[in-house]
């Protein structure tokens, strides 16, 4: 007798815990499993899910060689200059600023960042000297957009 109110109340903690888990109202113990049963289904699809993202991301990874994002724009007495990108790019900021030089630009504020991403922001000025022909943002974004491609040959041989 003793044994089967054990039973009995190993069955009810059980439900109870099942119940709490699978977040069931039901108060019958197949309504119950039933629930549970739905609960582990959804798992299950969720986890497939996640694998998918995860190969997705995986393959993306592996084929990831995009091009950095660059965006010029035109301001009072110069141009800001942004150029992000989802990757560390070793050796880019020198090519960008070979080519500021090319332009005639003085930099004047930069923040720079190539640890896990890169990310810089310049602010640019034309230098008044013997070159006196007028430079405007679509110029700047062809010639640091000319370095980007310049670092990305240089740095596909290694």
Known sequence: MVSRVHKRTALYRNLQQLRSITNSHARRKTSVILDASEYIRGLKQKLQELNQIAVAAAEK???????????????????????????????????????????????????????????????????????????????????????????KQVTKHY
């Open 61 to 151: 990874v592996i084929d990831y060689d995009p091009k950095p994002m660059l965006k010029v724009e035109s301001q009072e007495e110069g141009f800001m200059i942004k150029v992000l990108s989802q990757r560390s790019c070793q050796g880019l900021l020198v090519f960008i600023l070979e080519a500021f030089e090319r332009l005639g630009l003085e930099v004047l504020r930069a923040r720079a960042s190539s640890v896990d991403s890169f990310c810089l922001e310049a602010f640019g000025i034309k230098v008044n000297n013997e070159d006196t022909r007028h430079v405007d943002a679509q110029e700047v974004e062809q010639m640091v957009s000319q370095a980007i491609q310049n670092w």
